[in-house]
C-alpha cells in the first residue's frame, strides 16, 4: 500500500504538476485557447474562483495575452472563435459604434425580450467594450445552470466575467509595446457604371412599355468620358473614402510588488483615423475622422494585516470622436449607395458642387456640412476587504466590496447646409443650372449628452478547508445593485442572496449544490423574488486506481449539472402589473364637432407578470492524453418558459382591447460544444500546437400563443426563433403562356423575367398566405475556430481561423436595380431577357418600384456561412545574450494580420457579416513591438 504521502505527488497532484508544468514550459503560446480541458490552474466562477479539477459548471476561457492578435478599437471584436459557446456577430465597422453582438449558447427566448448576457468586470457589472488586452488577464463565459445560478433572474442568457491583470509580488517589470497599422475596406458595393446604367435603364424602360431615354449620342458620351459635366461617370466611393486609414497603439504598464503592497498599473493611447477623407484639412469648417481613447488602470493590492487584506481597482477611459457629416457615417453610406453614377457630376465646371432634387452630393456631405464631435469618460472602481476569520475556525473569512461604474457622453455639433446645382442643357443646346439647397452658416448645438451609472454593494462569507482527502468550500453571499440612466426614469435594481457548497472527496468525487433567491423592482410586490437553485457533480475517473498509472490517460474528468436561472429583461412595458390610463382619447362634443382631450383605457394589466425561467442541464467530459492531447465535450438542453407573448390564441380580437403580455411562451435550445488540441514536446527543438473548437446550438419556439392560422406552415411555433418567413422563389416566368398557366401573383402585372413564387396552399394565387418558412435564421447554429501556432527559435508563427455556418442573409435594397429612381448593382448585368432567359441570374429590369420581384423571398437570401483567416501574426524574440546587454528582460517585433480572407457564398467582395448600407467591413495589417524592462 502507498503511502498517502507517496500517492498523492505521484498519482492526483503528480498528474496536475505535470500538466501545469507543461503550461510553463509552452508559455510562449500564451495566445492558445486556454479553454479549461486540464486539471491545474484555476478557474474563475460566480463570485470567486476554483481549482480548474474542482469546477463542476460548464466554462470556458481565454487569456488576455491572446486577444493581442486581433488590433481593434473594441474589445468585443477579439473575441470570435475564441470561447466555445460564444456567438459573436458583427455590427458597424465604424469606431465607437462597432460593438458587436453576443449570444452564448444561443438565444432562448423570442419577441421583445432582451438576450444580453450578463457582463462583469472584476466582479461588477460594467461594460467592456472600451478596455484593452493588455490589462485582461482572463475572459471567461459561464453557460450551465452550476455556473449561472448563483445570479438568479440575471443568468439565464449566460455571463461573461472580465478579469483585469493585478499584482505579482516580485521587483518592478516595465513594460512598453507599439503597434502601428492600417485599416482598408473589405469590400465595397459594386454598382454600375455610367454607360451600363445608361443602356441597362433603356432596357428597363422598354420593359416597361416606355420610350428609351438616352439617346446614342448619350450613350457614347457616357461610354468614352468625353463629356464629364452633361454626362458624369462617378464612383462616390473613390470621392469620399480614402485607400486606406492609419491606426496606432501605445501601451505602458508597471507590475510589481512585495509582501505588503502589489500592483499592476497601465496606460494605454489608441488612435484610429477613419476611412472617410481628411475633410478638415481641406474645409476649416469640416472635421477628419478620427478616433482616439486614453485608457489607464490601477490595481493594488494590499496586505492591511496578516490577515485583513484590501484589493483596489481603479480603471477608465476618456474617448474622442470626430467625423464629418454626422455622429455616424450610416447615412452618408446610404446615400453614396443610393445615387446612380450617372446622376450629377461632383463638381460644376465653376468648382460648385453638384446635386439634384432627389440625391445630396456625398462629398458636399462631408466638407460641407460641420463637424460631429463626441466626448466619453468611463469609470470603474471598487474596493473589496477581506478579514480572516481563523481565529473562528480555520478556512473562514469575510469580505465586503462596494463598487461604482459610470459613463458619460457629451457631444459637440457644428452643422450647416450648402448649395448644389444640376447642369443641363434645354432644347435650344443652352446649359441651364438649377439650384437645390441653401447656403447657412455655422451653427452650434452642444444640448445632447448621453450618461448612466451604476453601484453594487457585496458581502461574502466564505470557508474553505481540507481534511486529509476530504476538501469543503462554502460561499453565503448578499449582492445589490442600483442602475440608472439620465432623463428621468427610476433606477433598475437587484438584490439578491445567495449559497454554495462544494464538497471533494479524494480529488475524485466532487458535489456542488449553488442556489440565489434574487428580486427585482419589475415586479409587482409580493411576487418580486424568486429561488434559483442548481446542483452538479464531477468524477475524476484518471484519480481512481484503476487509471491512477496509465500512461495514456492523464486526466480525465465527467460532470453533470441541472438547474434554474431566471432572465428579467422580459421586454415589453416596464411596470406592466399596473393599469395605466393614459391620455389620448379625443372625442368630439357638440354642434362643433370640437375635439376634447380625455383619458382611455391603456392596455391591460398583467399583475402577475414575471420573469422567464428557463432549466439548464448540461453533461460534460474533460480528458488530456499522453499529457498533450486535450479533449472536451459539453452537451446541452435548455428549456425556457414565462416569455412575455399576448394571446392571440386563446382571447379573440373583439374583445376590443389590446391583448396584455402575459408569460406564456416556451422555448427549447440544445446543442454541444467540443474542443480538441495537441501541443508537442515541451523540449522539442520546434514548439508547436494546434487546437479547434465547435459549438453548436439549435432552439425551437414550443408555445407563443399566436392567433390562429389558415395554413399550418405559417405558424411560428415550431420553428427556430427568428426564422425567415417569406415567398420561395422557384424561377422566372419564361413567358406569357408560362404565366397564364401559373397561379396569379396579385402583387402587380407581371411580365415574361419576373421572378415567379411557389403556390404552398394551392389556392392558385400567389399572396402573402403563401409566406414560408424560407432559408435560416441570422444566428448560426455552428461557430466554429481552428488556432495554430509554430515557433522555432525566436520565431514564431500564429494563425486564427474562425466560421460559421447555419444562418441566410439577405441582400437589401441597395440590390434592387433603379428603384427610386436610384443606382443598380454590377449583378443586374445577369438580368433575365429573351436571349439569356435559360442564364440569368437576376428577374428582368424595370423602371419602376416592381411590387413583385423585390419582395422578400427566397431568391434575395444566400447562404451566410464563411470561414475567415481572423488573424496572422509572425513574431521575432531577440535572444536573451543580446536583450541582456541592454537590460531587458524581452523584447519582440512582430508583423500582424486580421480579417485577411474569407470563403464565402456572396457575390463580389462584399463581406457576408456586413451586407446592409453602412460602414464597410475592415481588413487590418500592422508591425510593432514590445520590451519589457
Known amino acids: ?121 472584476d466582479g461588477f457589472e460594467s461594460t467592456f467594450a472600451q478596455l484593452v488586452p493588455d490589462e485582461i488577464a482572463t475572459i471567461t463565459i459561464l453557460k450551465d445552470a452550476a455556473a449561472t445560478a448563483l445570479y438568479g433572474s440575471r443568468g439565464a442568457n449566460g455571463v461573461m466575467l472580465v478579469t483585469t491583470k493585478k499584482g505579482v509580488q516580485g521587483p518592478l517589470k516595465v513594460g512598453f509595446g507599439v503597434q502601428f497599422g492600417f485599416n482598408k475596406p473589405v469590400g465595397l458595393p459594386k454598382n454600375l457604371r455610367a454607360y451600363d446604367y445608361a443602356t441597362l435603364y433603356n432596357e428597363a424602360l422598354q420593359n416597361d412599355g416606355k420610350a428609351p431615354m438616352y439617346s446614342n449620342t448619350a450613350l457614347e458620351a457616357y461610354r468614352s468620358g468625353n463629356d464629364p459635366y452633361f454626362h458624369p461617370d462617378v464612383n462616390w466611393y473613390d470621392q469620399i473614402l480614402r485607400k486606406a486609414a492609419p491606426q496606432s497603439n501605445y501601451n505602458l504598464t508597471f507590475n510589481g510588488g512585495n509582501e505588503t503592497v502589489r500592483y499592476f498599473v497601465a496606460l494605454n493611447a489608441l488612435t484610429s483615423q477613419g476611412l472617410l477623407i481628411k475633410a478638415g484639412d481641406q474645409e476649416e469648417e469640416s472635421s477628419n475622422a478620427k478616433f482616439q481613447r486614453y485608457n489607464f488602470r490601477s490595481n493594488i493590492d494590499i496586505n492591511i494585516t496578516k490577515k485583513l487584506t484590501a484589493a483596489i481597482r481603479l480603471g477608465g477611459t476618456v474617448e474622442d470622436k470626430a467625423n464629418p457629416a454626422g455622429n455616424t457615417t450610416a447615412s452618408l453610406f446610404g446615400l453614396a449607395a443610393s445615387i446612380p453614377s450617372n446622376a450629377f457630376p461632383v463638381y460644376l465646371p465653376d468648382g460648385s458642387f453638384g446635386g439634384n432634387a432627389l440625391y445630396a452630393n456625398p462629398l458636399g456631405n462631408v466638407l460641407q456640412t460641420g463637424s460631429y464631435t463626441s466626448n466619453g469618460r468611463t469609470l470603474q472602481g471598487s474596493l473589496k476587504l477581506t478579514q480572516q476569520l481563523d481565529f473562528i475556525t480555520e478556512g473562514l473569512s469575510i469580505s465586503g466590496a462596494l463598487a461604482l461604474n459610470t459613463w458619460f457622453t457629451s457631444y459637440s455639433n457644428k452643422t450647416k447646409q450648402y448649395e448644389r446645382f444640376s447642369i443641363s442643357r434645354n432644347g435650344a443646346g443652352d446649359t441651364v443650372i438649377t439650384r437645390f439647397g441653401q447656403k447657412t452658416s455655422l451653427a452650434g448645438d452642444e444640448s445632447r449628452s448621453d450618461q448612466w451609472r451604476n453601484y ?17 468550500s462554502a460561499m453565503l453571499m448578499y449582492n445589490q445593485d442600483s442602475y440608472n440612466i439620465t432623463g428621468g426614469n427610476l433606477p433598475y435594481k437587484h438584490v439578491n ?29 409580493g411576487k418580486r423574488f424568486g429561488y434559483f437553485p442548481a446542483v452538479s457533480a464531477g468524477w475524476i475517473a484518471s484519480n481512481e486506481n484503476f487509471l491512477e498509472d496509465n500512461r495514456v490517460i492523464s486526466f480525465l474528468k465527467l460532470r453533470a449539472s441541472y438547474g434554474l436561472t431566471g432572465n428579467d429583461l422580459i421586454g415589453g412595458p416596464r411596470f406592466m402589473f399596473d393599469q395605466l390610463f393614459p391620455f389620448g382619447a379625443s372625442p368630439y362634443f357638440g354642434t362643433g364637432n370640437n375635439s376634447t382631450g380625455g383619458l382611455s383605457e391603456g392596455t391591460p394589466a398583467n399583475p402577475d407578470v414575471t420573469w422567464e425561467k428557463e432549466t439548464k442541464m448540461n453533461i460534460g467530459l474533460e480528458a488530456t492524453f499522453i499529457d498533450r492531447l486535450t479533449f472536451q465535450l459539453d452537451v446541452f438542453k435548455n428549456k425556457r418558459k414565462h416569455i412575455l407573448a399576448q394571446p392571440f390564441f386563446t382571447v379573440p380580437q373583439y374583445v376590443g382591447v389590446d391583448l396584455p403580455f402575459l408569460n406564456v411562451g416556451k422555448v427549447d435550445n440544445k446543442g454541444l460544444e467540443a474542443v480538441i488540441g495537441y501541443r508537442n514536446a515541451p523540449d522539442a527543438g520546434v514548439q508547436w500546437f494546434v487546437e479547434g473548437n465547435a459549438a453548436y446550438a439549435k432552439n425551437k419556439i414550443v408555445y407563443n400563443a399566436e392567433a390562429v392560422q389558415e395554413d ?180 519582440r517585433v512582430f508583423l500582424n494580420g486580421n480579417n485577411l480572407f474569407s470563403i464565402d457564398d456572396i457575390e463580389g467582395d462584399l463581406d457576408p457579416e456586413t451586407l446592409t448600407i453602412g460602414y464597410p467591413a475592415l481588413r487590418t495589417f500592422s508591425v510593432g513591438f514590445r520590451i519589457e524592462l
Not at 501545469?20 to 463570485?47: H, K, M, P
Open 456 to 472: 453594487a454593494l457585496q458581502g461574502f462569507l466564505n470557508y474553505d478547508r481540507s481534511f486529509g482527502v476530504h476538501n469543503v
Open 712 to 891: 399550418t406552415y405559417l405558424y411560428l411555433t415550431g420553428q427556430p426563433v427568428g426564422q425567415p418567413f417569406g415567398l420561395e422563389a422557384i424561377g422566372f416566368f419564361r413567358d406569357q403562356a408560362d404565366i397564364d398557366a401559373s397561379p396569379r401573383q396579385i402583387f402587380t402585372t407581371v411580365q415574361a423575367g419576373d421572378i415567379k413564387y411557389k403556390d404552398q396552399n394551392g389556392d392558385n394565387i400567389i399572396d402573402q398566405n403563401d409566406a414560408f418558412p424560407i432559408g435560416k435564421t441570422y444566428l448560426p447554429t455552428l461557430n466554429y475556430g481552428l488556432h495554430a501556432g509554430v515557433q522555432y527559435k525566436g520565431f514564431d508563427l500564429d494563425v486564427f481561423f474562425q466560421g460559421v455556418s447555419g444562418n441566410s442573409v439577405s441582400l437589401g435594397n441597395q440590390f434592387f436595380a433603379f428603384q427610386n429612381n436610384g443606382n443598380a448593382p454590377e449583378m443586374a448585368k445577369g438580368r433575365w431577357t429573351q436571349a439569356t432567359a435559360s442564364s440569368a441570374t437576376y428577374p428582368r429590369l424595370s423602371s419602376e418600384n416592381n411590387l413583385n420581384n423585390y419582395r422578400y423571398s427566397s431568391f434575395w437570401q444566400r447562404n451566410g456561412g464563411y470561414l475567415k483567416l481572423r488573424s496572422l501574426e509572425l513574431g521575432y524574440s531577440l535572444p536573451q545574450r543580446t536583450i541582456a546587454k541592454v537590460k531587458l528582460n524581452s523584447a
Open 1 to 121: 500500500m502507498k503511502s498517502n504521502i507517496y500517492h498523492r505527488f505521484t498519482g492526483r497532484a503528480g498528474k496536475r504538476f505535470i500538466a501545469a508544468a507543461l503550461a510553463c514550459a509552452t508559455g510562449w503560446n500564451a495566445s492558445a485557447q486556454a479553454v479549461r480541458t486540464d486539471s491545474s490552474g484555476t478557474t474563475e466562477i460566480a463570485y470567486g474562483v476554483q481549482p480548474a479539477w474542482m469546477v463542476t459548471g460548464a466554462v470556458s476561457t481565454v487569456q488576455g495575452a491572446g486577444l493581442k492578435k486581433t488590433f481593434n478599437t473594441n474589445l468585443g471584436n477579439t473575441l470570435y472563435g475564441r470561447l466555445p459557446g460564444l456567438t459573436v456577430q458583427a455590427g458597424s465597422s465604424e469606431n465607437g459604434v462597432n460593438t458587436p453582438g453576443m449570444v452564448i449558447r444561443g438565444v432562448g427566448t423570442f419577441g421583445a425580450a432582451d438576450t444580453k448576457i450578463l457582463v462583469l468586470v
Open 497 to 525: 442572496g445567495g449559497a454554495r457548497v462544494t464538497y471533494a472527496y479524494d480529488e475524485r468525487y466532487i458535489g456542488e449544490v449553488n442556489m440565489s433567491y434574487m428580486g427585482s423592482e419589475n415586479f409587482p410586490k
